[in-house]
């Protein structure tokens, strides 16, 4: 089985400035993929970014990148320009045949 | 919209009852998850189905089970409802099970 764990149960970041959120994983498998999804007060799911394992390259959508390190397997999320929309809880999650999430991070955005 | 959809929306029920949450996953999709979440918790796995067989199966309780039909929707059923199953309860559907999950707006059970 997977297991995924973020050990920053809440960060802080001032708007504009940039957050770095952290999350480690575990797998026997050789081919899975990683994801960041946010929750909202609305406590709906939304898809923030995605990796595959099997490609170096750490993915980039608009203010959000990761720092994927598989050898280390560690995947952190760094979110650029902090919005306040941005404030959510952050959840990192691992899937090969199933998909498992860790705990999360709260994250509040000053103004 | 993420194309998943989950009725009810909200559900309140005494202790001792038994309920259906129901989960229609996106066009195309072949895996369901079903994940429960507490208030202010974590999304804990409950059960993964993909093309009407299980495949895997997490932290669910023996008063709990589920099923995909072959119209690929699927149905988590909770008996002998206690305080503590109080919950978010999600619904998601991806293409293959390994890639990206799409999330239904969620279930919120009440039991009082």
């Known amino acids: 089985a997977q297991t995924v764990t973020q050990s920053q149960p809440e960060m802080s970041v001032q708007e504009a400035e940039t957050v770095t959120l952290s999350c480690t994983y575990d797998?026997?498998?050789?081919?899975?993929?990683l994801f960041w999804y946010k929750q909202p007060p609305s406590r709906q799911m939304i898809l923030v970014i995605r990796?595959?394992?099997?490609?170096?390259q750490n993915a980039t959508e608009n203010r959000f990148s990761v720092n994927f390190q598989k050898a280390a397997k560690s995947f952190s999320l760094k979110i650029s320009d902090s919005q306040l929309g941005d404030a959510a809880m952050y959840f990192c999650a691992s899937a090969a045949n199933d998909m498992r999430f860790g705990a999360g991070t709260r994250l509040t955005v000053k103004p | 919209d993420s194309g998943v959809t989950q009725t009810p929306k909200h559900l309140i029920t005494a202790t001792g009852q038994r309920v259906t949450l129901r989960c229609s996953p996106r066009s195309g999709d072949l895996s369901v998850y079903w994940y429960q979440q507490s208030l202010d918790q974590g999304l804990q796995f409950l059960i993964q189905y993909y093309n009407g067989e299980e495949r895997a199966k997490g932290n669910i309780l023996e008063r709990f089970s589920a099923q995909q039909f072959p119209d690929l929707h699927s149905e988590l059923n909770l008996s002998s409802l206690e305080l503590g199953d109080s919950a978010l309860y999600f619904c998601?559907?991806?293409?293959?099970?390994?890639?990206?999950?799409?999330f239904g707006q969620g279930t919120r059970l009440t039991v009082v």
């Open positions: 998601a559907s991806s293409p293959d099970g390994n890639t990206e999950a799409f």
């Open positions: 797998t026997s498998e050789s081919d899975y993929y």
């Open positions: 990796q595959e394992a099997y490609k170096q």
